[in-house]
Nanobody, 121 residues
Framework: QVQLVESGGGLVQPGGSLGLSCAAS????????MEWYRQAPGKQRELVAQ???????KIVDSVKGRFTISRDNGKNTVYLQMNDLKPEDTADYYC???????????????WGQGTQVTVSS
């Protein structure tokens, strides 16, 4: 079983920065894409950023230029650096990962428990 544990959320003033991390543990044979999603109160969960195992990234337009996604493949960890935060970035942030738990093709598709980010003065 694969587990994802997020950390780094909290309260920050507008214009501030926060860094999130998400570490995967368990029976991981290989990891594929890793993503960060967010869900604001009353809204649907949305993709924020995605990174492939080779480091190629996709960032949603609303945070482009402010958020950066990165990963450490050796540690099975994905990061989200959030700069110039705005009140509309307030949400629960979730990491998501999928890959294989064995060379026989058994897959995993796992979500973290979420970490709250609040941007407010």
């Amino acid at each position: 079983q694969v587990q994802l544990v997020e950390s780094g959320g909290g309260l920050v003033q507008p214009g501030g920065s926060l860094g999130l991390s998400c570490a995967a543990s368990g029976s991981i044979f290989s990891m594929e894409d890793m993503e960060w999603y967010r869900q604001a109160p009353g809204k649907q969960r949305e993709l924020v950023a995605q990174i492939t195992v080779y480091g190629a990234t996709k960032i949603v337009d609303s945070v482009k230029g402010r958020f950066t996604i990165s990963r450490d493949n050796g540690k099975n960890t994905v990061y989200l650096q959030m700069n110039d935060l705005k009140p509309e970035d307030t949400a629960d942030y979730y990491c998501h990962a999928h890959g294989f738990i064995s060379p026989r093709g058994n897959r995993f598709d796992t979500w973290g428990q979420g970490t709250q980010v609040t941007v407010s003065s």
